[in-house]
């Protein structure tokens, strides 16, 4: 693919850049429609962070397409339902799963994201993944296509580029400072992310089950504790093959998300232990949170700011965002990613449409139909994010208040319809037979694709 002259293919060319969640399952859709890409990674290898992970029935029908479910399966525990506890773990709620899977098909699952990541990277094509990539810039010649350039001095010309690069994406801050230079950049997406917390995150080598009781079960134990007067939240999950992920949310003022030396001294290895002194006494149904940070290794904790923003532009000439480079959300049961999975399914229906000839109008329009049908749902979701962080994460008045309402006063029924009507949204690959609806509740219909209609078609004639 590295070539300086640009002569349009069909079915086109697609270079992804970042290699996270998003970006590879981007990739192994595009595969299944025998659509060629090539994926681009700043990191310099595989890092095997994060701790627990959560999937749902927006993304579950295609794992079964793909032939993936029962391999997700095999990484995942259900979640019966979460345990709410105080500091002092006096219990506050539990909010039970019970009835859910029959409403709308399938079980909260949850598993490490390492074990996923795992799981998707060995559906690529191996060496699909091109490492040490650091995009630097990303241009659109005359003579068409689109070009991206990297620190190593090396170039890439494709027909589509999709920016699957995080939060402080590269392709978006290239893209969006050619539409800045056009004065054709929205306000609101020249302002920087919103910062409201900070999160360390880790997953622990296999435990004793003999010493932690919890784990000879087969589903999740899953407890949020409170913190009493402090900006803390803090959660236990244990996993498949006897592990425990662990992570501690900071809600941060305003004036510490913005205070810039704050942020800047914060990172590298000093900074972690400095927080884990704090967070080490922290209490749990367990016993300490210590004793599970001193079996994670070191290299395998990770911290980060959790940000929030909703950008307007998604796209621009031959280049689209998908997932935290389009739309960052706060963590909401792993939600984040299940957006960032649907963006793939619906780009990559978007795409095989058009493959037939990426022309820039078309594939312009291929662009501009994926974010019609993404947006509303995004947003919604984005609202449904914050809310819930501060249910779980909040600590000033108002959100105590609210928290009290959800765990106090709330039926439980009133928030599993919830949790039913939001099992209606869930897009499918249109190019791949559809996966059975499971469940009672109500679906969305999924929108068709006139290129495979039109195939099955030609192939039942024959």
């Not at 402080?168 to 609101?188: G, H, T, W």
């Not at 904790?301 to 706060?330: C, N, P, Q």
């Not at 229906?349 to 291929?366: F, G």
Request: charged fraction near 25%; proline fraction near 6%.
């Amino acid at each position: 693919m590295a070539q300086q002259e640009y002569r349009p293919s069909s079915p086109p060319r697609v270079m992804i850049v970042g290699a996270g969640i998003a970006g590879v399952f981007l990739a192994i859709l595009l595969d299944r429609a025998n659509i060629p890409y090539e994926i681009f990674e700043r990191a310099t290898s595989v890092k095997q962070l994060g701790a627990v992970m959560s999937l749902n029935v927006n993304i579950l029908p295609v794992f079964e397409q793909l032939g993936l479910y029962d391999e997700l399966m095999k990484i995942s525990f259900i979640s019966p339902g979460m345990h709410v506890y105080n500091e002092n773990m006096k219990k506050i709620a539990y909010r039970g799963n019970e009835g859910i899977k029959e409403a709308v098909g399938y079980d909260y699952i949850v598993f490490s994201r390492p074990k996923l990541y795992d799981l998707l990277l060995s559906k690529l094509v191996p060496n699909k993944v091109q490492f040490g990539k650091k995009a630097l810039s990303v241009k659109h010649p005359q003579e068409g296509g689109v070009v991206i350039t990297f620190s190593d001095n090396t170039s890439y010309i494709g027909d589509i580029l999709v920016g699957a690069d995080g939060a402080y994406s590269a392709v978006r801050q290239n893209l969006y400072k050619s539409l800045a230079e056009k004065d054709e950049l929205p306000l609101k997406d020249a302002q920087g992310l919103k910062i409201g917390y900070m999160t360390m995150v880790g997953t622990t080598d296999p435990l004793d089950e003999e010493k932690y009781e919890a784990l000879k079960d087969n589903f999740t134990h899953f407890s949020f504790i409170i913190g009493k007067g402090k900006p803390y939240t803090w959660s236990v999950f244990t996993v498949p093959e006897k592990r425990v992920c662990w992570g501690v949310q900071i809600q941060l003022s305003q004036a510490t998300a913005e205070d810039k030396s704050f942020r800047n001294t914060e990172w590298g290895p000093e900074g972690n232990e400095v927080m884990i002194k704090e967070i080490r006494d922290f209490a749990t149904p367990y016993g300490p949170l210590g004793q599970f940070i001193d079996m994670t290794p070191r290299d395998r904790i990770s911290k980060v700011f959790l940000e929030e923003k909703m950008f307007e532009t998604w796209y621009y000439g031959r280049a689209v965002l998908i997932g935290d480079a389009a739309h960052k959300m706060l963590p909401s049961a792993g939600q984040g990613a299940v957006n960032a999975m649907q963006d793939a399914v619906i780009l990559a229906n978007c795409i095989y449409d058009i493959a037939h000839d990426p022309s820039s109008e078309n594939v312009t329009a291929a662009f501009k139909d994926f974010k019609e049908q993404r947006y509303p749902h995004v947003l919604q979701q984005f609202d449904i994010s914050k809310t819930t962080a501060k249910v779980i994460y909040g600590q000033t008045l108002s959100e105590r208040i609210l928290r009290q309402i959800v765990f106090g006063w709330l039926p439980q029924s009133m928030l599993h319809k919830d949790t039913i009507r939001a099992a209606a949204y869930r897009p499918q690959c249109s190019y791949l037979p559809l996966t059975p609806h499971h469940g009672t509740c109500f679906v969305l219909p999924q929108k068709p694709s006139k290129r495979y209609q039109e195939e099955q078609q030609k192939k039942a004639q024959k």
